[in-house]
């Protein structure tokens, strides 16, 4: 280089110069040679760029998605009309939203905008894995529902009596079709991430023809008919055993576990590095799924009636490890109250995949009233109706090969003619003036079809004659119609487009409230010892409150159970408590019981005033924490040696008033910010605000088992219920009701409470979203306040004292570790990443903490300046003081002195001397 020339490099060449020293500087080495190590430090500008800190604004989390078409295929009957390739597919799926940010709804349960909404720095990049199996596949699925198809009943009342009657719909135990399909992606090895199965199966081979039934849907367990059916059937001694049994010996079993085990094996076909330009992916799995469906075995379709189907499915029930399906089971042969569960078309299992049955349904539920993305009819894509106009189309045309000229003439006459070009030139005229690109092809069409009419309208005459020819007459069919071919392939298309376009939708819902749902709130660090409190408060002795049919605490404790993870110790605590033995908690619950009286729409039209207690939660969280033990509602996080602690206390009031009681009007039970209240009251069977399929859903009040694990997962890990979520576009809360199914407790259409892979992932997910967040805060205010920092001479001292380098490394290991859990997200083996979440918090909060003692050093010298251009005018006022200072003093010495006047006055040099150098002064304070 030039003598004079000066090279700088990059600021992460000056920060590792500066760093590491000269010796590890490698090629950057060279750079600063001709520069002095000040300048070079004072070029850096601030302490976050010289120790090589960039910000990181935020982090994706990649998560898999399967999307499994079965019965789109050629051959597969009617509806295999619809045929889905892959490239009907690809541009669907990647223009789909690929990157959903995770948010976090708004406080309180307000549905309009609000500004209230705290955004996160953590995204989900979604990648789709498109997945075709062999059209063998449909055929089992076909066979097994026609196997497991049972007429839907609904009980009558009649003199007194009841008897069942058939209502047109067939169910199937949704546990089949959940047992087929997780047998079937078990050999896809797609077990292990999430999946979503779309079934459109040939209802001609599940339903015959003489089988005088419309359409079928899925149910857990027994209807209502069936179960008064099995206590008066012929085969109800069979049960005598079982019934007589302690329902207590339901507990000493042991539950099957599978789902809870936790794998380390990667799923097939997802890749974990270098995916993320991949957003949509093409899986063969036609060979796998070939050799599944030639080895399932189909289960056999029981005969005997009505009595002998059901009696094998109780039997099913017994020999199955479900805890939860034997209780019901009994209490429907006991008599007991039990809300049926919903025909539906969707099911969240309890592994890592949910389906929808196109061909089943349609059905409907949600809010009876005031209800925003409530299910219907039309919720989801209808197969049969979006194929029905290329179906009309086609068959327009096939029975109309060539027409008569009586025919042409009874149908199109010379006024017909004149009013359909009168027609379309309006619409051409509106329609294409200032013509865009998409409308071309529209709109020259149109001006054929017109030009077409007006020749048929000027050779009007030759067809009065007779004249016209055969050819003209077979055109005459388009009129404003268009050819056969051209309507039977635009409708074809239009029908692809309408349904790939309505499944988008679909599948976007699914995205936002299944797989990765927003959060009430997130965790600030993952727990490593959580303590569930409950505490049962009565006011009666009216009825055991924790009996087997009112509350199970076996049950509750056993599906918490389920969240453990990653070396978690949960622990629970019981505590009953009567209200005559503790008067402030006395005082406490009536300061915050309400009355209110309901507007409530029932499903006949019928309006009228609910009358109903509840406990208003503000006053009652007001309450409560003026009596706050030791324990406290939560405990404050504990040090990495003692590990972090969460003590969760649930609140039971079990209560026995002539009028139901609720939490804020409408619930069972709520998740607080500090605690979780729950009531319980004396009405085993409550007609709620929700319906399904034009039926009332019912409560039993007395067993709040669903809405208190509900309301628990929501306050240890800000899971909300599946129907609701965040609206980005509204910058609200909203709500759709498609996916509040299956057996667990986040669902409206079950009265069950297993809990779902997919909220124990949810569950998690939030643990590492919630630790994630609170690291890149942590993280972007340390570099924030170095930022802010400048170098200067200063601090080119201390730079070796200010510990810039630990911060670095610091710096590395954090980006590091989220690499590390980014990867584990990716796999759903949360077990991994939950070892890492509390060290890498505390290696951001020591981050900062550095970030902040480097600013506390530089205090002293922030008031002072040591930039090279600020001593540059330093020197020059300094020079500027001391030339005025000479130059008064020379003025004051030269100064003409008072001298009296003299007759005889020679030449005095004085005041032109003092003249010039009072200019000189002038231009030099200038």
Known sequence: HAADEVVLGSHSDLARFFLFGSDRAGPAQEVYVHESPLDAWIALGNLGTAAGLDPIPTLNLPVALNILFIGFHQGEGAQAALKLEEDDLRPWFEHMEHMVRHSILPRGDTTTPTSDHEHTRINHMFKFQIVDVDPMVAHVVERTLNASMRPELEIRHVQGYSEPYTTGYAHVDVHVMTSLLSSLLEALHLDESYTLVILNPNITRIIPHDVKL???????????????????????????????????????????????????????????????????????????????????????????????????????????????????????????????????????????????????????????????????????????????????????????????????KKQFNRNEIMADIQVLTDYEQRSCTGVVAERVDMCRDLRERITTLMKYLESWEDYEAGTLEEKGLAELRVLSHGSADHVTESNATHATANFLSHLGAVISTTIHHVVTPASRHLPSFFPERITFHLFVVTNHNSYKPLAVENFHYEIFKKELAKLEIGGQQFHFALHTISMADDVALAVAYSSSLRSAVVPTLKLSGEFVASKRLYLDTATLQHELQALRTPLGPTAEAGTTTHGRTLNVPIFLFSLDFPLPVFIDKYFQAKALSDMVVAVQSNFSSWESHMACNGKPITWNLRNPLRSVLAATITYMGGVPPTHISFSDPLQRTSQNWLWSVGDNPLSYTSSRWRMSTFHKDAVHRNYVIGTLNRVLALVNEGIDTLTALPTNKGNYKLREDLMLEEMRGIYADIKNTCKKISVAVQLNEFSRAAPLLNPLADKAEKFRDLSKSAATMLEPLRCLDYSTESSRRDWLFLLVVASLVVVLLIVALLRPKKVKPKMNQGVNCGPHLFQFLNGWSTVLLG
Not at 217 to 236: H, P, T, V
Not at 357 to 380: K, S
């Open 214 to 408: 419309q359409s079928y849907g899925y149910r857990m367990g027994l209807s209502d008919a069936e179960a008064m059916i099995l206590r008066q059937g012929k085969n109800k001694q069979q049960f005598a055993d079982f019934l007589a049994k302690d329902p207590f010996w339901i507990d000493k079993e042991t539950e099957k576990a599978a789902a809870d085990v936790v794998k380390f094996l990667r799923p097939a076909g997802i890749a974990v590095a270098g995916s993320e330009t991949v957003k949509v992916e093409f899986r063969n799995r036609r060979k796998l799924s070939l050799e599944w469906a030639m080895r399932y075995q189909i289960p056999e379709r029981v005969d005997g009636g009505t009595d002998e189907q059901l009696t094998s499915q109780a039997r099913r029930i017994l020999q199955a490890d479900s805890v939860m399906e034997k209780l019901l089971l009994r209490w429907a042969l006991e008599g007991r109250s039990t809300q049926e569960d919903c025909l539906v078309d969707t099911w969240i299992s309890d592994n890592r995949f949910a389906f929808i049955d196109l061909t089943a349904g349609p059905f409907q539920w949600g809010p009876i009233v005031a209800g925003e993305g409530v299910r219907t009819t039309q919720t989801l894509p209808y197969v049969d109706r979006i194929l029905h106009f290329q179906e009309a189309a086609r068959q327009y045309f096939e029975d109309r090969p060539v027409m008569s000229r009586s025919t042409a």
